[in-house]
């Protein structure tokens, strides 16, 4: 397996190497296609959801009668969702059903954030790039700036075969496609400034077509932020570049690059009892100066930071056969440094985090003379290392406010995280019916883990500790174990009338086990469990990728300038890991035994009223329940079995309204969520909540005989509302949870001009 997984790995580093290396969007042919609306068509030249020019190719017919449900924000969506950071893809999801994005702060740039859809976190959300899964586990912020990013997709339920590649797709798939160069001379400035000492500036500028058939473009930009509340900031540098080249009319090569280094301070979490007086609590967070008190010191707010240093190139070869087939390449390289500072009781834990992912897919694509579509793919990757931790670090906080070394928390060996994932997919149209099935085997090799005895190690870093000698752990380590997963999807779609379409799909998704919490709870326990005869490899046995049963079944009224999409969709969870009390061994532990059932409804509008005003809509009614009650304790149930899975509203509206006259554009945005739960069993109830958002801008370069410039000012959380935001629920144990306090009331303001 290894040998597949390095033979993409040299085509990736033969591809960087090339003197011909380009950027632009390669044709593509699109087996999956989509079946509820895009929150973007191309008809309303000033929707904010939709495309921005008509006739862009979102609206392109050969995958509007394709049966897989997707939902995709345009360019002008973006500018709008994304907010002034343009820094967070979750925060252009907001207007989507089924969706709940919060972040700690109001622009998206702390690593406190979240995502749900359908109820499942971004835990099991495969993000990808242009279709690529240039991400890790660790190092979660987003890699491009959404200025560069042309359009978002986001598949809910049914996913085809060569889609959500990565560690997981159980939530679905967040699809990032990049703008690709221009092809004429161009260019674009923007500053912004805000609330909380908010500024950015970016800067783009496209090359366009140059005589040899090559174009570029370079961007960047710097965003800082003041936290909201407590001392601390954020700070987000990002350098991309994109480069194109013909070679003849057979062969097209691109090549993408992006720098982005991203620090802040992290948020102060609520315990529930402090959500109920929000009043007296919303500004709670880490300590601003210190007492001389080590425990107390440990909750210094500059002990509670990130910072992540990424680097990513991927290439994308096309080679066209012939008119009808063609053969594809994509290599990518992620690479990710950093560190993560948390307090822990009365110690700071830090974690230097260093982890790569190396890999890459060909695919064989044919068009077929019977108006069918064929697909032939393959999918391998290595990752290295991390999760879970290979090293950690204790200290205390000395009188003078200075960390002094307790000791080694963990110091563990791990290799190679192994994938390999043939694919297939084949799409035909009979007349108004449009077929499309495909087939993955999604095989997953987990690294090999050994932990090591950390008594009396130095203050040394993790090269030079391995001079001590540290001993292993002869109960504590994990051999490598394969998992095979067969992940099938079909779809179909029937026009019933030139209005009217029905459409139905499956598919198989897949989670991904969770390692770091099984060797924490053995490591913690230790004895405990080996009284019992159980070894650390005995438990991760008892771990393995959960897998989601997903099926949406709907209906597209597109007439003018109206479009209803409503879908009912149905999912069922199996090997689901939970914490489950072992009363045997008297300690908790990770099982792959739970499962749960979800189903709901989903409607996605737009209209365009008028010349003058769009609304887009969704509403969200679902349930995803627990089947069965577990073991919580050693006499007591988690009742849980039929009651709603943390964190998901049973209801959820979000509606927005586009006025656009005389280069005046005003957009309010609407988001209501029922209330919520942070525990499984149900018994800490999270009040609902309605929030409004509005954005205005107005061009005036060209009325004064200038190249277009914009001046852009918005409001978030219009009303100054307080409530619970984002609730860190754990997936994987039911009983624990932290809540974070919605931003207050935020304001800005930028200009962005362009030729």
Sequence with gaps: MESYVYGVSILALLCIASPALGLEELPTIDVGGESAPRIAGAKASHDPFRSAHPGDALSDPATDNAPTPKSSVTRAGIQILGGPAQASSYKALDMLPSVIED??????????????????????????????????????????????????????????????????????VLDLNLLPPKEKLSG???????????????????????????????????????K?????????????????????????????????????????????????NLGATAFFDYNTSFTGKSGVDASYYAFNRTRYVTNAIFAEIAYHIDPTQSIVLKPYYWRNTGYQETTSGASVRLWPVSNYNLGGTIEYRKHLPWDADFALGFWGQSAEPEPPPLHQKLYTVTPLGTLNFASWSTLATSDTHKFVSPYTQYTQTFGATTVSGGLRLHIESTPHLQYFNRTRLPDVTYDD??????????????????????????????????????????????????????????????????????????LMGRIRPETVDAVDVGLRYQSGDVTIAPTFFGFWTHKKEVLVYDPAVGQSYYQSNAATVGRGFELETNWKANEWLTLTGSATIAAETYVADIVAGSSSMMQIGGKQTPYTPRYQAKLAASYHRDDFEITPVFRFNSTRYGLADNTQAVSPFAIVDVTASYEFGTKLGLAPMTVSAGVTNLFDHRYISSISVNETNLSSTSYYVGAPRTIFAGVTASF
């Design 465 to 538: 500790v391995w001079g001590f000698h540290p001993a292993p752990d002869a109960n504590a380590g994990a051999p490598e174990v394969t998992y095979y997963e067969w992940l099938p999807n079909l779809g179909l779609r029937h026009r019933l009338s030139e209005e009217w379409s029905a459409s139905a799909s499956y598919s198989r998704k897949v989670g991904r086990p969770d390692w770091g919490p099984q060797a924490s709870s053995f490591l913690g326990a230790e004895a405990a469990f080996l009284a019992k005869g159980i070894t650390l490899a005995t």
């Design 228 to 276: 909201w509340k407590g001392d601390g900031d954020a700070r987000r540098k990002n350098v991309a570049f994109g480069l194109t080249q013909s070679l003849g009319d057979q062969l097209e090569v691109a090549v993408y690059g992006v720098h982005n280094d991203q620090k802040a301070n992290t948020y102060l979490p609520l315990t529930f009892v402090q959500t109920q």
């Design 103 to 172: 972040s700690a702060d109001p622009y998206g740039l702390s690593f406190n954030r979240s995502i749900t859809v359908r109820g499942v976190s971004d835990f099991f959300l495969a993000r990808t790039i242009n279709g690529l899964p240039i991400q890790g586990i660790v190092g979660g912020a987003d890699l491009f700036d959404l200025d560069d990013i042309g359009r978002v997709d986001l598949y809910r339920g049914s996913i085809p075969a060569n889609q959500g590649l990565g560690f997981a797709n159980a939530a679905g």
């Design 188 to 226: 674009t400035i923007s500053q912004g400034a805000g609330s909380n000492g908010f500024h950015r500036t970016f800067a783009r500028i496209d090359s366009g077509r140059l005589p040899t058939g090559t174009s570029f473009f370079v961007s960047g930009s710097i965003s800082d932020a003041e």
